[in-house]
């Protein structure tokens, strides 16, 4: 006689006994196959009680259910240590630990998506509708879209804003400069400012500075030939 299916130890029904001999009721107990006696061997009740030797029919019904302690209680943990599987705890352990790196992974992936996030800025130049990420060319990455690559963009910072490569020639830049890179005339103390253009248009006196910016708008459209302006 050998152990079926290779397994030397099994959970079994069997019946417990009182003290005085008396039944009390149908337990779970581990069965040991002992291959010196080629038979099977069972212990004492998972629950601590007594058992009587030798197994009952699989499909007999157990009694000792339904509270901490009863054999029912135990059966998870000793199949688990029969099968060789890690408890319940180690597995809620494992659980735990696999969804806090998978949250950790998740809020790395967002905080990186926030970071890398396009932040567009548009062209000065009046209906121009070209605009860039300065995000990505502040830090060296390819835009999400080839349309907001910041190459040959000017910074206009008497204007406080960008201008695309196709109407950089308007302002050029302080080396070279444009026909039309303004250049601002601060009054004194309180008086307004002007935003003066070296085609010799000025604006109004002004202390907003984006209202001279949106005048330099109007003088371009005009300067450059737009039938609109």
Known sequence: MTAPEGRRRRIVPVACQTVRGEPDGIHLAVEEWLPRYEGWVTGPA????????????????????????????????YQRALDGRPTAQQELITSLRDEVARLTAELEASHTARLNEPILRHCLYPRCLREYDVNATLCGRDPDRP??????????????????????????????????????????????????CPCGWDSPPVRWRRYATEAWKNHILAAEGDPTA
Not at 52 to 77: F, M, N, V
Not at 159 to 173: F, Y
């Open 46 to 77: 998972l629950c601590g009680q007594s058992a009587k030797q030798g197994a009952l029919s699989a499909d007999t019904a157990i009694t000792c259910t339904g509270a901490d302690g009863s054999c029912e209680s135990y059966r998870d943990s």
């Open 147 to 196: 349309t907001w690559s910041g190459k040959g963009w000017l910074q206009v910072r008497q204007l406080d804003g960008d201008i695309c490569p196709d109407h950089a020639h308007v302002v050029g830049n302080q080396v070279a400069p444009g026909p039309h890179l303004p250049r601002w005339s601060y009054g004194s103390g309180d008086a307004p400012s002007t935003l003066r």
